[in-house]
């Protein structure tokens, strides 16, 4: 019988990590987070209390609960600081090279053998990440969905090698301590929803680049055609061109197939550090 997951680590405080370690310490666990430096630590920190504040505004929660959230919070710079975590959720670039070294490290550091080391790739294969480890049973995704706190999906992909009681610790993590729900995902590029979803977003940046529709007039059809929150050129700013890009390569790295593959508009975009809303402009400027 593992013991329960009390002591949580969060690699990364871009729009993911710092919306799991948000959802983590609303949820009473001890969070701790790792940033490569001090002013990516504060300023995931400053992401979170926006969004606590969010909470508040909306009614979600009390100021109290903002206050003793923010508590539960600690940062760090150090991965060595990991060693006590029993669940470690990676968030960091969509880069298999930079995932396959912090999975080497952090599985050296990390101590206990029923300890669940995710990654939250939004496409990497997770065998592709656990074989940079030597216990890649150990290994697992955990996708969780932008934004996390609004989102009740997360993903869990287990691997050829994952134990299933590392498996059945994750899932009950997330859907008892935190309520999500949970579906699972072979270990296919793109798992269930960005091999449904990303498809998707490429012909719409297709479309775009064509002269089929404007972006507004695409966005506006699938808002109002479809009932969608919000439209394909929108989304891919909200998720991140960078990040869009990053899972078009590696679908189409693993399926070879035409649908998958970054469309030119995109890779320049990218080039030129229009990557949506997190670098002030994308599709839309905000
Ligand atoms: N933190 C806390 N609460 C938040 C929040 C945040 N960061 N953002 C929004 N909310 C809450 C608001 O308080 C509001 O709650 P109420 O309705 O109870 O008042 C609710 O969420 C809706 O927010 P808003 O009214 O401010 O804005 P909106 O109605 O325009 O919704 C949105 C914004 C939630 C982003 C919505 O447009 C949406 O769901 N869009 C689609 C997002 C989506 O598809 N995400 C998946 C991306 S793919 C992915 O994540 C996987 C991957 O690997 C790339
Ligand atoms: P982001 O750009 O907001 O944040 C990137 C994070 O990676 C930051 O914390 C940054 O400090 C860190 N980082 C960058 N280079 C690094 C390096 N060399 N070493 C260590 N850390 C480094 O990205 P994000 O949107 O939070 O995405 C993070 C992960 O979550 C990616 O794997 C992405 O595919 C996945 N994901 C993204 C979304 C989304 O909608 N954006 C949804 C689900 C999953």
Redesign the pocket.
């Known amino acids: 019988m593992s013991e329960k997951i009390q002591r949580v680590g969060i690699i990364g405080a871009g729009q993911m990590g710092a919306g799991i370690a948000e959802v983590c310490a609303r949820a009473h666990v001890d969070v701790l987070v790792f940033e490569q430096s001090r002013e990516l630590a504060a300023a995931g920190r400053a992401r979170i209390l926006r ?1 606590l504040d ?2 508040v505004s ?1 009614g ?1 929660i009390t100021e109290r609960e903002r206050e003793q959230t923010a508590w539960r919070l600690r940062f760090t710079s150090d991965l060595g600081d990991f060693a006590d975590r029993q669940l470690v959720v990676e968030a960091v670039l969509e880069s298999e090279e930079v995932k396959t070294a912090i999975f080497a490290e952090l599985d050296k550091i990390v101590t206990d053998p029923q300890a669940v080391l995710a990654s939250n790739t ?1 496409s990497i294969p997770i065998m592709k990440i656990a074989v940079a480890t030597e216990n890649p049973e150990r290994v697992v995704g955990m ?1 969780f ?3 996390v ?3 009740p999906l997360v993903e869990l992909i287990t691997t050829l090698k994952t134990s299933e009681t590392v498996a059945k610790r994750a899932e009950s993590f997330a859907a008892d301590v935190l309520g999500k729900q949970v579906v699972r995902s072979a270990d296919r590029s793109g798992f269930v ?2 091999a449904l ?1 990303v498809p998707y977003l490429l012909s719409a940046i297709r479309m775009v680049e064509s002269g089929f529709a404007t972006k507004e007039d695409v966005d506006k059809a699938m808002v109002l055609g479809c009932a969608h ?2 439209g394909p050129l929108a ?1 891919t700013d ?2 991140g061109l960078d ?1 869009v890009k990053s ?1 078009a390569d590696s679908m189409y790295t693993e399926f070879k197939e035409p649908l998958y593959s970054a469309p030119p508009l995109l890779l320049r975009m990218v080039e030129a550090g229009l990557l949506g809303k997190k670098s002030g402009a994308g599709f839309y400027q905000y």
């Open positions: 969004s969010r909470g909306s979600k939004s996708h969905f932008n934004p706190p609004v989102l929803v960005n979803l929150p919000m989304l909200l998720v990040t899972i």
